[in-house]
């Protein structure tokens, strides 16, 4: 029976409005679906750039302090270095292990010349070993720097007797080589300076030469005027790895050259010098001199052929 003209009708209204309501549901969902799709993408953008300007932040405070502490540790204000390497060594930040073994290196070098030579030690004890040593200095140098802590720490506490001689020149007897740096410390802090020389120079023939028995011997050597070995000194010490001294080093090199009146060799030295050290008062009045020395005017200011 065929559907009379009206219920087409109807259906057809009735279809359509099925089909409108299921757009418009389409429709609200698309819209909910772009709306969350955009608070995630601004969240998302919120998060990266929170978390972003929070991990630079942080790297930035702290890589800048410790370059800030290299910087003054190289101008000779130890103190000034030892506040910014710790505040450096203190700040939290993600992966920075390695750094931070590396601040404290330049930590302890600090203490080593202030005088605390306690605080060094316990440094370079806790990296002493293979297994915690994150730095970029090897374990072999790190020991070689406990042994010099902890005998400067006991000269510097007076706590050399000659019991400590006869104990380390019984180590020495039983093949400990190694009780020669100790020992030489010891000679030295009660003026027996050939036992000095003699024990100095069997540790460097064994271990090597560092730069403190390097700057050491040359002084030693410049006090008796006898520049030859003081230069030989220099140089062995300047061929090492070890920065703990070299600046000091450098410093007796430019002593030599200015005892031979080579005033320019002299200010070659002196530039090298204070381009590690460039905020080294010491190291810039020296350079300072010798340059003064060597561009000296040779004509008075005033020669007096405008005086009438």
């Not at 505040?87 to 920075?96: A, G």
């Not at 400590?164 to 020495?172: G, R």
């Amino acid at each position: 029976m065929k559907k009379k003209k009206q219920e087409i009708i109807e259906d057809n209204r009735i279809g359509n409005d099925v089909k409108s309501v299921k757009d418009k549901q389409r429709q609200a969902r698309k819209s909910r679906n772009i709306k969350l799709a955009v608070m995630c993408a601004i969240f998302s953008i919120i998060v990266i750039i929170g978390t972003a300007y929070i991990v630079v932040h942080s790297i930035s405070d702290k890589e800048k302090l410790r370059e800030q502490g290299i910087a003054a540790f190289k101008s000779g204000n130890y103190n000034e270095a030892i506040s910014l390497l710790q505040e450096s060594f203190d700040r939290e930040q993600w992966f920075s292990e390695k750094m931070d073994a590396d601040t404290e290196m330049y930590l302890a070098a600090c203490y080593m010349r202030t005088g605390e030579f306690s605080k060094a030690y316990d440094i370079y004890f806790k990296y002493s070993t293979k297994s915690e040593n994150k730095t970029s200095v090897s374990t072999d140098k790190i020991e070689e720097y406990l042994k010099l802590a902890n005998a400067l720490d006991q000269m510097h506490s007076g706590a050399i007797y000659d019991s400590t001689i006869s104990s380390l020149e019984n180590e020495l007897e039983n093949g400990n080589s190694s009780a020669n740096l100790f020992l030489g410390i010891c000679y030295q802090y009660q003026g027996e300076t050939d036992k000095m020389l003699k024990a100095f120079n069997q540790y460097a023939d064994v271990y090597g030469m560092n730069s403190y028995v390097a700057y050491q011997l040359s002084s030693y050597y410049i006090d008796k005027g006898d520049y030859e070995n003081a230069r030989a000194m220099i140089n062995r010490g300047l061929q090492t790895n070890d920065m703990l001294y070299i600046d000091k080093l450098m410093f007796n090199d430019i002593v030599i050259s200015e005892a031979a009146y080579d005033y320019e060799e002299a200010l070659e030295k002196a530039e090298r010098l204070i381009k590690e050290y460039p905020e080294n008062e010491t190291y810039r009045k020296e350079y300072d001199f010798l340059y003064s020395r060597i561009n000296m005017d040779p004509e008075p200011v005033n020669d007096g052929s405008d005086e009438e």
